[in-house]
């Protein structure tokens, strides 16, 4: 995989430990260790590049969001109508009879299918998604909205005192970590189902992932948060895996910063860091030491 200009290289070696799913022993959890203990923090408004260059204000939403099923979408649906003029920059464009579209958006050219569907959505190859209005996600508000810019329904939950998750399409709050499944069938004719926790990688958004001019999870600038990202996402990964499961993840994590940290003691050690660490991790820690490292030299100078 080819980096590009501000990522690091994301196609490093990983760590990757499995473990059955104490909630459920016909389950193994498959997670990437380097991910989950790095120190990557969404920047969106505090000096994230946006996947667009000339829109960086726009963070990730400038593609809209697709919807994983039906339940997600009726799901959001029911916060959506909980959003006013005030909390949403786009309110004002709901339509004044049900079918009619959004401006800026299409149909799918079917009068019935498009009445079903909510106004500020839209179809992409048969799939529902949030509508793209102006360039970025219709529930984005923009820099300069006198109610706050950004996701209109994240700003609600922080509002409301929930976690984000609660709110947000599925695919947004589970943003920048993905889960996979697959079965897997052993030589006794037994079979798990194995579920994939890792980093959501620029590559994972389709071909289309390459022409994205800055993408946070390759980035040091996103990777200089002090919580690892295991403690920060928290919720999402426990809605994602279950509490039991989460339970048993956050000990290896640590047992796996513990063997970091080990291993950074030591100058042999130190060689190996690229094996452990998240190479953007790796970089934002550097340029922290450096700079904690200048302000020594100029406190001793004085």
Not at 33 to 54: E, K, N, V
Not at 178 to 193: C, F, M, N, W
Not at 244 to 271: D, I, N, Q, S
């Amino acid at each position: 995989m080819t980096s590009r200009p501000g990522d690091e290289n994301p196609a490093n070696t990983r760590v990757w430990v499995e473990f059955t799913d104490p909630a459920e022993p016909a389950q193994r959890l498959r997670v990437d260790l380097t991910w989950l203990t790095s120190g990557y923090a969404c920047i969106f408004g505090d000096g994230c590049r946006g996947l667009r260059a000339q829109a960086p204000d726009d963070g990730c939403c400038a593609l809209g969001a697709h919807f994983c099923d039906d339940d997600d979408l009726q799901r959001v649906r029911g916060i959506v109508d909980r959003l006013t003029p005030s909390t949403w920059q786009f309110a004002d464009r709901a339509p004044s009879t049900a079918g009619d579209a959004v401006e800026g958006a299409a149909g799918d050219g079917t009068a019935a299918a498009d009445a079903q569907r909510p106004w500020w959505t839209d179809l992409e190859e048969g799939e529902t998604k949030t509508a793209v209005v102006d360039g970025a996600c219709v529930l984005l508000n923009r820099a300069g909205f006198a109610g706050g810019s950004g996701c209109a329904l994240h700003g609600l939950a922080l509002a409301d005192d929930v976690a984000p998750l609660q709110y947000k399409p599925d695919v947004c709050w589970q943003l920048p970590i993905y889960r996979d499944y697959r079965t897997v069938e052993l030589p006794d004719d037994t079979s798990y189902l194995e579920i994939t926790i890792g980093e959501y990688e620029r590559g994972r958004w389709g071909p289309g992932g390459h022409d994205f001019d800055w993408y946070c999870t390759a980035s040091a600038q996103a990777h200089e948060h002090v919580e690892p990202l295991f403690r920060s996402h928290e919720a999402e990964l426990t809605e994602l895996v279950g509490a039991a499961a989460y339970a048993e993840l956050v000990r290896r994590c640590e047992a796996h910063l513990a063997a970091t940290h080990a291993l950074a003691a030591t100058p042999g050690g130190r060689r190996l860091l690229p094996l452990f660490v998240h190479p953007a991790t790796l970089v934002a820690n550097a340029f922290v030491a450096d700079e904690q490292y200048n302000a020594t030299d100029a406190d001793d100078e004085d």
